[in-house]
């Protein structure tokens, strides 16, 4: 008798808790339903649709999807961009974080001194930034051609020439590879001593050391740089935006109109939302399969401490 | 033969070690140089700002190049502010700091003491759907949801901007939790057993010992909004309502190739961030830890 009351007191008491448990998720759950489910909900419908914000809504099939991959040379040039930028930029700003980590991660006079000019640049980001490098990369006034020409480099027209302003951007990405640094920073600092210790008494040396020992161990860092650094590149914008030629975003021919730039000109300029929404699905489509190919291909290289998973 | 082998490898171990030791001052020397030259040469791009932005024109132009402004021209950035009327982008983008700062730190630290803190049914699933909303590329909602607020005439309001901090950012909410969970649960069954809510427990208590993750939380969303461009972009028109960001693009497209007064405006919008990196490096730092700690 005493003891179903107790237990009946027992899981009120945990409803209650319960319940308070929803109270607590509720501000994520109503976010997440508002502006997420239902936004991605309705765009997956709108994107087999030509609507326009105002008046139209029609269901038209497949045909935005047929167009984005038959009719829009945009589409592809915008892709294309926007895979040169990825596939440049990642590997070099992982590699230049890892380089600055290696470099810093050493127990000397005034290192903290370094490791905070050297990760200054990538707290910097937006407008300003761009306005800067435009200078620095200007070919009349600009500062890099200037420093080239004192190795005897007669430097390119960056952001004016077509064939130059990808390049350009990714330039300005590597000065801030220094957010990288930080979390490779970490991850050195925590392979064991012992391991390396090992190594010297089978006689590696510096270069064995780092090649056998570290590069291992900070693998699954490396991966997470290069996960977030394809997802990250993928959806690069502001950059096309706001650095393009005469104010023009995307120019000079196009050259710097990424994958979401053209997104956001077919949904804002024209507003062909529906169009606009088909890319977007696209877009997630690619950031998925990205992922799971990073996933499946991190299994033969990457090193997890303590065995599999 | 095994004692000789021995003796000459303690002979040239002994003279070795000497070697090794001034290859090594070398070496610190090298370490030296080369930290100091990366450094310079990452540091250069704002140096070059703030010499241009103190420059005349004509001094940009000409060949070769200053190293320093020989006339020192403070009323570029007079120029820049008045013309590029900078105090009021400032103040709506202190206003948007300000409730998103707000906003994120309430919702987030509530939301994330649930998911820590209390069992209840379906909470690994809701969780991992957080989870997985991260991955989602924001342009993959951002035009629905530009959509949903210009139905609800919200278009050239700040509304969009600061609404959707109230529901939380499932980053941070991630962020959060894990501090949490190092906080003991028997602090809470205390709390409890004196008779305290869970609400009250979360107000009195969690957020009081969390103050360094709240500190992180609060930078991020600090530095996300002063920095924020897509969204005053699509949903802001009138030049009043413009944020710093928007407003040096402006500023940008009226003044062309007018360097010393473009630079002035970059540095009047990146300064505060540099400020405010120097002053709470440990929190920029903290964040990218929890971050790294997340997976290994």
Redesign the interface.
Known sequence: MARTAASSQGSSL?RR?????????S??????L???A???L??LY?SFTNYD?TSRMDWIGMQNYDTMFNHDPLFWKSLRNTLYFVVISVPLQTAGGLL?AV??N?K?AGIRL?R??????S???????Y???M??L?P??G?VN?MLSWVGIDGPAWLTDPAWTKNAVILMKI?GA?GMM??YL??LQSVPQQLYEAAELDGAGKLRKFWHVTLPMIT??IF?EIVTGM?GG??I??EG??MGYN?DPGAPMNSLLFY?LH??LK??KVFD?GY??AM??F??LI??VL?LINLTLSKFWVH??GGER | MSLLAAQEQARLKKLSTPQRKVRSKWG?VL??A??IA??LL?????F??LS?SLKSMQE??SYP?TLFPKVIHFENYQHAWEKGNFGRYTLNTLFLAGVGVFSHVL?NT??A???AK????G?KL?FS??LG?M??????????????F?KLAWINTYYPLTV?G???S?FQ?FLIRQFFMTIPNELIEAGKVDGA??YRI?WQLMLPLSLPVIATVAIMTF?GA??D??GP??YINSESLFNL?IG??SF??TE??Q?HY??A???I??LP??LL??FF?RY??EG??I???T??
Not at chain 2, 135 to 148: G, W
């Open positions: 945990r808790e319960a319940w308070q448990g929803y109270v607590f998720a501000p994520w759950i109503v976010g997440f508002l502006f997420t239902g936004p991605l309705f765009s709108a914000i600055l470099i810093l050493r000397v370094f905070t000019v050297f990760y200054l640049p707290i910097l980001s937006g407008v300003g930034v306005v800067l490098w200078m620095l200007s009349s006034a500062l200037l000065w220094g930080l979390l970490a991850s699954p860092v997470f997802i993928f959806q914008f502001q935006y706001v104010n979401n997104m956001f949904a804002f939302m606009a929404m977007a699905w877009l997630f950031v998925l992922t997890y401490e | 610190a370490l030296y080369i930290m990366l450094g990452l540091l250069t791009p704002l070059w700002m241009t940009i132009m190049p919702s509530f939301v003491y649930g998911f209390i069992r209840f049914p909470k809701l759907v957080m909303t991955m989602i590329p924001s342009f993959v909602t951002l035009i629905p949801q530009y959509i949903l210009s959707p109230f529901f939380g499932a909410i809510s869970h979360w530095q002063w920095n461009f897509t972009l699509i960001q040096l693009q940008k497209g062309s190739t360097w473009l630079m405006g970059s540095v919008v990146l961030v540099v990196f120097f490096q920029f730092i990218m830890n971050t790294a700690g997976k290994g």
